[in-house]
């Protein structure tokens, strides 16, 4: 049977174009340094234009997916495992993978607390039904906001969803409880922060 790559709604083009260009690739398996099909050919398998399909090459080249060369073709490359967010290509990924997510997540939110934690005034102490991790999450967004450069707090979300909804957070066993590092925070306690943060990537 055939397969179909071609795209059935494009509510932001650029990103179809581009994930329909990966499952492309996976789907036909491949390989890194394997060329791809010149333009008009992926123009004609994903039913889009020529300049979609130019647009989408040259957002996976710079997120080092693809790689062209000058008169040679596109070909497939390896990139990072943080540059291709796992959520625009919509695969599950292994644990290995989510365990550096988690990480690049961890780092990030605490970086976010360090750089808020001396102009911290006061804090709001939550019960709720949230479960831990979400709880985290909204406080580390409300403390990410005060900062003017918005990137920990981007890297944080990104990292955090793809945990998130690979289910990589019922594998991590918190102790803490939500309200005991917000009044650590409050204390200014960094010793006591830095050991909640070691005690989970261990």
Do not use: H
Not at 157 to 170: C, G
């Amino acid at each position: 049977m055939e397969n179909n790559y071609q795209i059935r709604s494009v509510p932001r083009m650029f990103e179809e174009v581009t994930r329909s260009i990966i499952n492309y690739i996976q789907e036909e398996e491949l390989a890194n340094g394997a060329k791809l099909p010149p333009e008009r050919t992926l123009s004609e398998l994903l039913g889009v234009s020529r300049s979609s399909i130019r647009e989408g090459i040259r957002i996976l080249e710079l997120l080092n997916y693809l790689e062209s060369r000058q008169g040679g073709g596109t070909f497939v490359s390896i990139p990072s495992p943080f540059i291709i967010p796992y959520r625009l290509i919509k695969q599950s990924a292994d644990y290995d993978t989510l365990k550096k997510y988690f990480e690049i997540a961890l780092l990030n939110a605490e970086k976010i607390i360090f750089l808020t934690i001396n102009d911290s005034s006061s804090i709001q102490l939550n019960a709720s039904n949230k479960s831990f991790w979400l709880e985290f999450s909204d406080w580390i967004n409300l403390l990410g906001k005060q900062l003017e450069n918005e990137y920990y707090l981007a890297l944080w979300n990104t990292a955090f969803s793809v945990v998130n909804e690979n289910n990589f957070f019922e594998s991590i066993n918190v102790s803490s409880d939500i309200n005991e590092l917000k009044i650590a925070y409050y204390k200014k306690d960094k010793q006591l922060i830095a050991d909640f943060f070691m005690s989970l990537i261990k």
